[in-house]
Nanobody, 115 residues
Framework: QVQLVESGGGLVQAGGSLRLSCAAS????????MAWFRQAPGKQRELVAG???????NYADSAKGRFTISRDNAKKSVYLQMSSLKPEDTAVYYC?????????WGQGTQVTVSS
């Protein structure tokens, strides 16, 4: 069973920055497509950013220019650097891994942006 453990969430003022981290237990991490999703209260979970095993990235329009996803295969970790945060970024952020056609989720980390 693949375990994903997120960290780095918290409370930040609008305009501030946070860096989320996700550590994976899976030795096959290097072949995994990784992503960050978020879910705000009363809303559906949505993709924020993704990164392929080869390092290609994609972003939701709301994240472009403000968020950066990266990965470190040696550390089996993926990161989400968030800057210029807005109150509407407030949500639980989830790490996701796609490994050999199986989906895995972390437990989530709360990000709260105050105005």
């Amino acid at each position: 069973q693949v375990q994903l453990v997120e960290s780095g969430g918290g409370l930040v003022q609008a305009g501030g920055s946070l860096r989320l981290s996700c550590a994976a237990s899976e030795s096959a991490f290097s072949i995994a497509a990784m992503a960050w999703f978020r879910q705000a209260p009363g809303k559906q979970r949505e993709l924020v950013a993704g990164i392929s095993s080869g390092g290609s990235t994609n972003y939701a329009d709301s994240a472009k220019g403000r968020f950066t996803i990266s990965r470190d295969n040696a550390k089996k970790s993926v990161y989400l650097q968030m800057s210029s945060l807005k109150p509407e970024d407030t949500a639980v952020y989830y790490c996701h891994a796609l490994i050999r056609a199986h989906n895995y989720w972390g437990q989530g980390t709360q990000v709260t942006v105050s105005s």
